[in-house]
């Protein structure tokens, strides 16, 4: 009976852990999800960044960009 009730109990134990661990993982995934929605958003601001610079290959002196009173 000792070993029946204290079976019982652990199973019952890894159950709960089970449940939680399952809970975990979908929080986990939840995160995952948004994650992915944010680099694909940032991706997207990135590429349309870069499509407005020019392309000329040569390197801006930004002392040009001074005003005059410099």
């Given at each position: 009976?000792?070993?029946?009730?204290?079976?019982d109990?652990r199973?019952?134990?890894?159950e709960?852990?089970?449940?939680?661990?399952?809970d975990?993982?979908?929080q986990?995934?939840g995160?995952?999800?948004?994650q992915?929605?944010?680099?694909?958003l940032l991706?997207?601001?990135?590429?349309?960044?870069?499509?407005?610079?020019?392309?000329?290959?040569?390197?801006?002196?930004l002392?040009?960009?001074l005003?005059?009173?410099?």
């Open positions: 009976m000792e070993t029946n009730d204290r079976n109990q199973l019952s134990d890894l709960i852990k089970a449940s939680y661990l399952e975990t993982l979908d986990l995934d995160v995952i999800i948004r992915q929605a944010q680099i694909e991706i997207r601001e990135v590429t349309h960044l870069k499509q407005q610079t020019p392309e000329s290959g040569v390197a801006r002196n002392r040009d960009d005003p005059p009173h410099y």
